[in-house]
């Protein structure tokens, strides 16, 4: 009987099966009886499959994915995967493991099948005779006993009919047990008629104790020597041996793959180590700690509503509990070290130092609590944050039940306040906690100290709600500014409080979608009581390039009136970067988003609310001329800093060329009522006429705005290379222009940092932003318990993403990924034929690739290949399947900034066979189309590896390993971040790339342990390359930026050899290149550049007599300061940070030069 319901994790069980029973069969059982149509069994089936002895592959079956396309430096490249010389056909496969010396004996227990050509008893041809079909012979071999004895083992016959296949390998004694390495080898020869005998299918050997013993001991790798390492990376590696003692490796493939059995998790000696051909490992869940999990907790409210109503007493009665209870774990954690059961001999000094930082951050805590409970502002911002998170909270899920057509006529956003649903994760509340002392101490040393101030860094796995955290900080830092009032002479009405930053263009588009919620949530609170938030509106805006937003407001308009002609796309972005309201979840089209250009009208480019009702808070009707509290055009987030900016990191590199970036810093000079803030380089008349209904009005003169509270660099892991270098030295004129005096004193920017992935991260902050590092939360003494989220065993309640690993020996890599795609969409279409929409998230495929060149191969074979077998995949006892038009997109840098926004917004579709049904009677009828038609396959680079949070999607195929851990973790956690639908991911290897191989050969070790083996990263923004691509661009940021006299186009000449910034650049530059690389020699090297460059400056304003020096030619009689990188001159300048690396081109040259003779 056909289930028509299944639970998610039966779903992907069934899923799972389907397709190794079509990639690794026998898919028909173990006799099977393979279609008449089979040519040969050896093609049947992908991977699991031992050759004939000297079996060659051929030069043709070892091609890539290639294809003309060139690479891009966003994406990367890929790997050569192509073996020189010839290549053969494993006819062998094995694998080594250490037995204890308590025992003297192991058993082998083998298994294969083999196919024979036999007149079919159920096929028949056209003629009705009985078809020659290939059938499947299940052959069980008896169980081997091996006597551990040192020296070779000589081939062993495993079953008597078959004298050909024989087990082989080696045996030696070291001091951890005896290192035992196993073969099964197929010794037949290839014969000329029925090759197909000659071959072995499914080969599987398993190894165990007599008896069932756990005989199996851990494999002891080679260690670097520690004491040979610099501090910080012993310490580093010290630590995770400690938090990863349990997670024990007990065997390793040799051309294919092992799992161990163990008689309980985490056990120190495993029963039995057997061989996999497709092997599969859970990656399990970490979750908040609950009241379950310890009754310490009772009493603890994480309800955003309750934390923001609660009596002052309640308050702080329940904050005392996070504290208290963290408390007594630390001490727990403490008292391990004298538990034998724990294993922590040896580890002594890397858990005291745990339990040292675990300390630190429960006493951070508990300043923040005290904090609330004696300063009233504190009290009063901390309770804005929660109701504006909770509003936040609640109006996202209905807007995306909107969205989605979810909701129940009648349905309003009460059905969906509660508690669940507005409660933060206990870590989240508690890094809030622990940031607001030095948030709201504008001298706090965590905060402003010039050597010893921290930047925490909230490290938490993909999916577990690190956004959330740091938007609360977010809010709060916004609240405390207005409650601050004035503070030297600066305002915390006006101005950019918090500065956002990303590395990729999709990540900064996802967060600031996300972002954009919150400002509206707090917005809605501002209106409502405008005596106590004040008059100036919260808002957020969004600073990237100008492929993704306009630089200007006419750029918008013309962008807008090319859209709703019918146009292409302008190339130099779009303003509309939000398809749906982020309050009520209405469809936002061109239509809703309005230009009122400068100075005729407001100078602004406003997004409505497209609800055409009216009811929403930010529509035109409701909102006139303000709209949605979002702004994405340069030019009017100069004018008017929003209250949260959201950029790009490479977009700063436009702060030398750029005088009215220094307005993102508050410095500005006058003030219009119509058209915002000033600055020398934004100057369009003293007074404006009314027009447009608008009065008259005339600039005032208005002081410096307060500059940035809350820096935030969301996955610090992509800072890194050159890009990282680059961020790094920019980063020095970043941290000057935020700071500001008060009472004497500097006050720095608050930096708060976030990443899933990362390793030496203390040092990467140091030399980042010359700051410590407080790592949050801080690790206890085992992976699976930091006290604020625990590892969960993997299961129904819990389910964990699941890896697969494919490694097709012999066989061409296209052919391999034609297969793999093709096995899982059609085993997902017969899971969608069966259980409807409970299938969803395994129907978009989302392919995953090391570089844009393997993308567009791959593309092709969607597009030609894999939609053609597709239609056939019934034949496989699957499911036929067609790849519908427009429904293959890709995720990367090639894509426009205004395709973006539609791609994430589609992506959210469903399968769904009611949908489908209305869809096909609208376009019958000619109605209007109610939904969109879901994706099936979703092609990405990097691009995707980070931020894009996508609940439905739970099926990826990953092309290669990934070049690095953290890469390979980021992308595959896109997939299964929602218990509806448990992630399965499936990882292509190619068998040609040894560090494939190897990935394959320990997939399961590898998968348990991967966050350890997440590489190291580099960044040198003081090396001498660095700071020959960077410093000019710095030095003439700080210059411009610093103050009113220099910043104008046309002030470049009027800088004199008497000005007080030239030392007040060469002090800040030489002592933040001094305390990040902890050398003299990087000092005098940064002042020795800086005087050449002022010496060559000044020469410059000298020498001009007929043109005026300006920073950036404007024709006529004007000269130039800066000039484009690649230009060699002591002013080039960036215009990306990433534009570091240049490029050579090669050209070949095909004639004939007569050096080479026969």
């Given at each position: 009987m056909t289930l028509t319901t299944a639970t998610p994790v039966q779903i992907r069980d069934e899923l799972t099966q389907m397709v190794i029973r079509d990639l690794l069969g026998p898919a028909g059982g173990p006799g099977e009886e393979l279609s008449q149509y089979e040519d040969n069994a050896y093609q049947r089936y992908l991977v699991g499959m031992l050759a004939p002895k000297d079996k060659e592959v051929a030069s043709g079956e070892l091609d890539e994915l290639a294809t003309a396309d060139g690479e891009t430096g966003e994406d990367g490249n890929s790997d050569a995967g192509v073996p020189a010389g010839a290549t053969y056909f494993p006819s062998s496969m094995g694998l080594s493991f250490v037995v204890s010396t308590e025992v003297n004996e192991i058993i082998v227990a083998a298994e294969w099948g083999q196919y024979q050509v036999i007149k079919s008893e159920t096929q028949?041809?056209?003629?009705?005779?009985?078809?020659?079909?290939?059938?499947?012979q299940p052959i069980i071999a008896d169980e081997l006993s091996l006597q551990l004895k040192e020296g070779g083992i000589s081939p062993k016959l495993l079953h008597p009919g078959h004298p050909l296949v024989v087990l082989q390998g080696r045996m030696r004694l070291s001091k951890d047990g005896w290192i035992v390495t196993l073969f099964m080898i197929n010794q037949q020869v290839e014969p000329k008629g029925r090759k197909d005998e000659a071959w072995v299918f499914q080969p599987k050997l398993r190894i165990y104790g007599a008896d069932q013993q756990a005989v199996f001991v851990q494999r002891k790798n080679a260690k670097a020597d520690l004491s040979k390492m610099d501090p910080?990376?012993?310490?580093?590696?010290?630590?995770?041996?400690?938090?990863?003692?349990h997670q024990r490796e007990f065997a390793v493939g040799h051309g294919i793959s092992i799992h161990a059995t163990l008689p309980e998790p985490l056990a120190e000696r495993a029963i039995q180590v057997e061989t996999e051909w497709v092997p599969c490992f859970e990656v399990p869940q970490q979750t908040?700690?609950?009241?379950?999990?310890?009754?310490?907790?009772?009493?603890?409210?994480?309800?955003?509503?309750?934390?923001?109503?609660?009596?002052?007493?309640?308050?702080i009665a329940s904050l005392r509990h996070i504290e208290t209870a963290y408390c007594l774990w630390i001490k727990a954690e403490a008292n391990k070290l004298t538990l034998p059961s724990e294993k922590l001999a040896g580890h002594e000094e890397a858990a005291i130092l745990a339990v040292k930082r675990c300390t630190r951050a429960q006493e951070r805590i508990k300043a923040g609590i005290d904090l609330i409970e004696t300063d009233a502002l504190a009290e009063e911002a901390f309770r804005f944050a929660n109701r504006a998170m909770?509003?936040?909270?609640?109006?996202?899920?209905?807007?995306?039940?909107?969205?989605?057509?979810?909701?129940?006529?009648?349905?309003d956003i009460s059905v969906l306040d509660n508690a669940p649903n507005r409660s933060w994760r206990l870590f989240q509340l508690a890094f809030i906690l622990l940031n607001l002392p030095s948030l709201t101490d504008l001298h706090h040393p965590d905060r402003s100290h010039e050597t010893d101030a921290v930047a925490d860094l909230l490290w938490f796995a993909t999916g577990g709600g690190k956004t959330e955290a740091y938007l609360g900080l977010t809010a709060y830092t916004l609240a405390l500014r207005r409650l601050q009032g004035e503070i030297a002479g600066r305002s915390g009405d006006y101005g950019i409080a918090v500065l956002m930053r990303y590395t990729l263009r999709l990540l900064t588009l996802q967060q600031f979608q996300r972002a954009a919620a919150l400002i509206c949530a707090c917005e809605a609170i501002r209106r409502a009581d405008v005596p106590k938030w004040g008059e100036a509106p919260f808002r957020l805006g969004l600073w990237v390039g100008n492929k993704t937003t306009p630089n200007t407001l006419a750029g918008a308009a013309s962008a807008l009136r090319q859209r709703n002609v019918g146009g292409r796309p302008s190339a130099n972005g779009t303003p509309q970067q939000i398809t749906s309201c982020p309050w009520c979840g209405s469809e936002i089209k061109e239509k809703h988003l309005r230009v009122y250009e400068a100075p005729s009208d407001i100078g602004r480019c406003v997004t409505y609310c497209g609800d055409d009702l009216g009811r929403c808070e930010f529509t035109e009707a409701k909102s006139p001329k303000e709209g949605l509290p979002v702004m994405v055009v340069d030019e009017e987030i100069y004018r008017r800093p929003p209250s949260l900016l959201i950029a790009t990191v490479d977009k700063f590199a436009q702060m030398p060329w750029k005088g009215e970036t220094q307005m993102l810093f508050g410095k500005v000079t006058q003030v219009c009522d119509r058209h915002g803030f000033l600055s020398p380089e934004v100057d369009d008349g003293q007074s404006h006429p009314s027009r447009n209904g608008l009065p008259g009005v005339n600039n005032r003169p208005h002081g410096v705005l307060r500059p940035p509270d809350l820096i935030i660099q969301d996955e610090l892991h992509l800072i890194s290379g050159p890009l990282g270098s680059m961020v790094g030295l920019y980063e020095a004129a970043v941290d000057e222009l935020c700071s500001w005096i008060v009472d004497r004193k500097k006050v720095r920017p608050k930096v708060v940092a976030s990443t899933a992935t990362i390793r030496r991260a203390p040092d990467q902050v140091q030399k980042l932003f010359v700051r410590k590092l407080d790592v949050f939360p801080p690790q206890g003494t085992s992976i699976r318990d930091s006290f604020f989220a625990i590892q969960r065993p993997t299961g129904p309640e819990y389910p964990g993403r699941r890896y697969l690993g494919i490694s097709a020996f012999g066989r061409r890599y296209p052919v391999a990924m034609i297969r793999s795609f093709v096995a899982h969409m059609a085993a997902a279409q017969a899971l969608f034929e069966k259980y409807d929409n409970l299938a969803d998230p395994w129907m978009t495929l989302t392919g995953y690739f090391n570089s844009i060149r393997e993308l567009a191969g791959t593309r092709r074979l969607v597009e030609d290949d894999i939609r053609a077998r597709l239609r056939d995949a019934d034949q496989r006892g699957l499911a036929k399947r067609r790849i519908r038009m427009g429904a293959v997109e890709e995720l990367t840098s090639r894509k426009s900034g205004s395709d973006i926004p539609k791609i994430l917004e589609r992506l959210e579709a469903v399968f769904d066979k009611t949908l489908e049904a209305q869809r096909m009677l609208e376009r019958k009828t000619g109605l209007p189309v109610t939904s969109s038609i879901p994706y099936d396959v979703i092609l990405a680079t990097n691009m995707i590896s980070v931020g894009v949070d996508i609940e439905r999607l739970g099926l990826m195929l990953v092309a290669g390993q990934p070049k690095n851990t953290s890469e390979y973790i980021q992308a595959t956690s896109r997939v299964g971040r929602s218990n509806h639908g448990p992630g399965l991911v499936c990882t292509v290897f190619n068998w040609a790339r040894p560090r494939d191989l190897s990935h394959y050969e320990r997939f399961e070790h590898y998968h348990e342990t991967f966050y350890k083996h997440v590489e190291a990263l580099s960044v040198t923004p003081f090396s001498a390359r660095a700071l020959d691509r960077g410093l000019s661009g710095v030095m003439v940021a700080l210059m411009r930026l610093w103050d009113e006299h220099l910043n104008a186009n046309l002030q470049a000449g009027q800088v004199v050899d008497t000005d007080q910034f030239w030392s007040m650049v060469s002090d800040v530059l030489s002592k933040r290149g001094g305390n990040a690389s902890d050398n003299p020699a990087v000092t005098a090297r940064i002042l020795e550049m800086l005087d050449r460059r002022r010496d060559e400056w000044l020469r410059r304003v000298h020498n001009q007599t007929d043109h005026q020096l300006v920073y950036k030619p404007e024709g006529g009689a004007t000269v130039g300061l800066l000039s484009h990188y690649p230009v060699k001159d002591d002013f080039s300048c960036l215009d990306s940070l990433r534009d570091v690396e240049g490029t050579v081109d090669l050209i070949l040259d095909q004639r004939s030069t007569g050096l080479l003779v026969d």
């Open positions: 028949q041809r056209k003629d009705g005779n009985p078809a020659t079909v290939r059938k499947r910080l990376t012993r310490e580093e590696s010290e630590t995770l041996e400690m938090l990863y003692r908040p700690r609950s009241v379950a999990d310890d009754e310490n907790l009772a009493g603890i409210t994480m309800d955003m509503q309750a934390l923001a109503e609660l009596p002052k007493a309640g308050l909770w509003q936040q909270r609640i109006h996202s899920a209905f807007a995306r039940k909107v969205r989605k057509k979810e909701l129940k006529s009648g349905d």
